[in-house]
Nanobody, 120 residues
Framework: VQLVESGGGLVQPGGSLRLSCAASGFTFSSSAMSWARQAPGKGLEWVSGIYSDGSTYYADSVKGRFTISRDNAKNTVYLQMNSLEPEDTAVYYC???????????????WGQGTQVTVSS
């Protein structure tokens, strides 16, 4: 199993970024997927999840600003992040839930992480 994130970077407050996670080694279309993040000095925070049927869920802190989506033909999950705030600064991880319907964790596979920094 491999999860490879891309798309992080430095952005000004109010800006946007789109993260991508390319998955391989398992039946992606049957799996729920999530994004989680870890800010400096803080624990892991679940951000968003998407089920195999396309239903989506968000943490209150990002609801209305972030959008998760998936392309099963490309085995890829995305996180579109708009109206970014300095509080969104973190390493973002693409993760696969151990139990298919528990998008908030725990997780059995993680990507390497991609840094998102929101600063002026």
């Amino acid at each position: 199993v491999q999860l490879v994130e891309s798309g992080g970077g430095l952005v000004q407050p109010g800006g946007s970024l789109r993260l991508s996670c390319a998955a391989s080694g398992f039946t992606f279309s049957s799996s729920a997927m999530s994004w989680a993040r870890q800010a400096p000095g803080k624990g892991l925070e679940w951000v968003s999840g998407i089920y195999s049927d396309g239903s989506t869920y968000y943490a209150d802190s990002v609801k209305g600003r972030f959008t998760i989506s998936r392309d099963n033909a490309k085995n890829t999950v995305y996180l579109q992040m708009n109206s970014l705030e300095p509080e969104d600064t973190a390493v973002y991880y693409c993760v696969r839930p151990v139990v298919v319907d528990r998008i908030r964790g725990p997780y059995d596979y993680w990507g390497q992480g991609t840094q998102v920094t929101v600063s002026s």
